[in-house]
């Protein structure tokens, strides 16, 4: 089984050995990155970053400014690591989408759990059958329904109307697009996903218009009412 990576961004060496060996051990894939615009970086580099663990105070970009420009994207789990617990400053971390804070010091055996913790309730929302809008589908019987008539999907329009329904409401760059649905990296290939979103979208009829164009940027799956 492929093992979960994780991205622990710290501006203290020691600290990040620290927390990469206890993850180590419990046979997680760790990248480091020793400021915020290393961490940003390497998350658009890296499409399967399964949670960040993100400290709050850092030279170049602190991790409120991390957490503000990744929940544009994606809703991967951030663990926020806090050097003192601050009420406002957690407030303000929750509301940009922060999953969970641990004060520091702590005990590496207890964030170890807390990682763990958030990863399973993270597993159990990647449900085999989503339903969004009328759209219904089943990844294990690779089937797409809408209003209950079945559709026809080629491989790559499935994966990327997966993409779109996991990632509902949150604005995906072309780039992130083809690195998660494609698998390289984006080298001015805009047309490729242009052309699928364009077949997928006459494939979903009125559904279709689930599908918006973010201009300049790439686009956003999101339901509106008829």
């Known amino acids: 089984m492929e093992k979960l990576k994780i991205l622990v961004v710290d501006d203290e060496s020691r600290m990040r050995k620290l927390v990469k060996d206890f993850l180590v051990r419990k046979e997680f894939d760790v990248i480091e990155a020793e400021n915020g615009e290393q961490a940003i970086e390497i998350f658009f580099a890296n499409t399967d970053i399964a949670l960040i663990l993100l400290d709050v105070m850092m ?67 990647k449900e085999e059958v989503m339903s969004v809008g009328g759209i219904v589908m089943d990844k294990a019987a690779h089937l797409v329904t809408i209003d209950g008539n079945a559709i026809e999907l080629s491989y790559k329009e499935f994966e990327l109307l997966a993409y779109f329904m996991e990632n509902q409401g ?54 509106t009412n008829p």
């Open 59 to 125: 030279p170049k970009m602190n991790g409120f400014e991390v957490v503000r420009l990744i929940r544009q994207y994606s809703k991967v789990p951030i663990l926020m690591l806090t050097a003192k617990s601050e009420e406002r400053d957690e407030l303000l971390g929750f509301e940009l989408g922060v999953d969970e804070y641990i004060s520091k010091p702590f005990s590496p055996k207890i964030l170890v759990a807390r990682v763990e913790a958030i990863l399973r309730r993270s597993n159990a929302a």
């Open 170 to 223: 949150i604005a995906l760059s072309r780039e992130k697009i083809l690195n998660h649905v494609w698998n390289y990296d984006y080298i001015g290939e805009a047309r490729t996903i242009d052309t699928h979103v364009k077949k997928l979208r006459s494939k979903l009829g009125k559904k279709g218009d689930f599908i918006k164009t973010i201009w300049g940027m790439g686009y956003k799956f999101e339901v």
